[in-house]
Structures are given as structure tokens and as C-alpha cells.
């Protein structure tokens, strides 16, 4: 009698599934050429979540704005004129040939247009402008409706998504950016000197640091990742552990 009372105990057991993990969203904000948009885009590939590339779609918004003529190239800004034309604008990503995601801008892809210096020494100020800045956070917002997200900015963090469950601040020293940047340009057969790219740099952040809306800083939950002396491997070994230990997710 008493065995058939333990197996019949047993029998009325409940089996629970495995549990699954909801999804987050992932904030990275950072300094120009801290590899922010390379390594967002490997969390994402890694974790199964849509990436997000904030910073090209600033660039995309410049590259409308100076080839309309709505800024010149002494940095002079027809704010009227930009913020009459801008919302019949749609900027989003595409997946090209190669597999990897390209910006494009209407009908045009403008991957390639948008990652020039000319570009680069003008998206800061065309980013500070409050209209440009909630232009692109409602679209911003509209990726982040289902979360399972990860983007990368200056202010993902603190203004777009505040209560993102992981913000993640990067930075390196100025010259190891540039170094960075300067391949990059060296790469796709640009023609900038390193010193014209450190200069850039430095505006860049002075621009993203004092602007009066939405400035570049780290949220105060934020983690910090100086990657000047890390090497791509040895930062997702730091975002592992903490992706584990926080959330009980792991990448692939």
C-alpha cells in the first residue's frame, strides 16, 4: 500500500517547461569610434534581437540636409527650410548583397555617402537641432514597441529609452579612436590625413558633450566600457558575464 501511495504521489507531479527569458533592450551610448556600432551589431546577430544603427541615421538626415542645401559647408543651417522637408522623409535599413545592413534614404541607398568626413564634420551639428533629434527618436521609439532591440547613439540611454534594462556606456581615449576612424576612412579609400580625423574627433565630442538638447553622458545605471586596451573578444567576455549574471541570457 504504501508503494502504490508514493507512485501514485508521484504521477500527480507537475512538469514544468524550461523557462524562456523575456526580451530586453540593449542601450549603447558612447563617443564617436569606440566601435559602438560594430559591437551593437554583434549583440544583436549573437542574441537573436534586430540591431538598430542610430548614428546612420543622423548621418542620413545630414546627407539630405547638405546635398538640399540646408547646411553649407561653413556649417550654416536653413533650419526652416530642413524642418518643413524633413518628416516626408523615410530613412530605415536594408539588407544588402553582402548580407550586412545598408542605410537608405527614400529610394537611394546611402551607406556609402553618408560615412564621409564631409559628412562626419556636420552630423553634430545637424543632431543638436531639437526638431532633427525627435524626428529620429520617434522612429527609435517605434523599433523598441516589442523590444528584443539593440541601439546604439548618444543618448539611447537617456533620452530615447530611459528604462532600458542594460545601458551600456563605451569610450576610449581620443587617439585610439582616431587611429580607428582613420583605417576606416583608409579602408573605403578615403583621402584624410590623421590629423584631420583626430581634429574631427575632438569637435565631435565637444559638440555632443555641450549640446543643449539631449548632450552626450553616461545615464547613472549605466556600465562603463573603456575599450581602449580591450580587444573585441575581451568585451563580449565582459558583456557575457554581465548578460548572464543580470539577466540569465547568454549569446551565441
Known amino acids: 500500500m504504501l508503494l502504490k501511495f508514493i507512485i501514485t504521489k508521484i504521477s500527480f507531479l507537475p512538469i514544468f517547461a524550461p523557462m524562456e527569458h523575456s526580451k530586453i533592450i540593449i542601450a549603447i551610448d558612447g563617443h564617436s569610434s569606440t ?12 542574441l537573436g534581437y534586430v540591431y538598430v544603427d542610430t548614428g546612420a541615421m543622423y548621418r542620413a538626415v545630414t546627407y539630405f540636409a547638405y546635398t538640399n542645401g540646408f547646411i553649407d559647408n561653413k556649417g550654416k543651417i536653413n533650419e526652416e527650410g530642413l524642418m518643413k522637408t524633413l518628416p516626408a522623409n523615410r530613412i530605415g535599413f536594408k539588407l544588402g548583397p553582402d548580407g550586412k545592413s545598408a542605410t537608405w ?44 532591440v539593440v541601439m546604439d547613439g548618444r543618448d539611447i540611454g537617456t ?21 580607428r576612424r582613420f583605417k576606416e576612412i583608409q579602408d573605403a579609400g578615403g583621402k584624410e590625413s590623421f590629423d584631420d580625423v583626430l581634429k574631427n574627433l575632438k569637435e565631435r565630442d565637444h559638440i555632443d558633450q555641450t549640446r543643449a538638447v539631449s548632450p552626450l553622458r553616461k545615464a547613472d545605471d549605466a556600465v562603463l566600457l573603456d575599450n581602449s586596451n ?3 573578444p575581451e568585451q563580449f567576455v565582459w558583456l557575457d558575464r554581465i548578460l548572464l549574471e543580470r539577466f540569465g541570457l547568454q549569446m551565441k
Open 230 to 232: 580591450m580587444s573585441i
Open 105 to 148: 534614404l527614400n529610394n537611394a541607398c546611402v551607406e556609402k555617402q553618408i560615412r564621409t568626413l564631409d559628412i562626419s564634420n556636420k552630423v553634430s551639428k545637424i543632431s543638436a537641432l531639437p526638431f532633427v533629434r525627435e524626428y529620429v527618436d520617434r522612429i527609435l521609439r517605434r523599433f523598441g514597441e516589442d523590444k528584443g
Open 159 to 179: 533620452s530615447v529609452f530611459p528604462n532600458a534594462e542594460l545601458k551600456i556606456f563605451m569610450t576610449a581615449a581620443v587617439e585610439v579612436r582616431a587611429q
Open 35 to 46: 566601435g559602438k556600432s560594430s559591437f551593437a551589431k554583434q549583440v544583436a546577430a549573437r
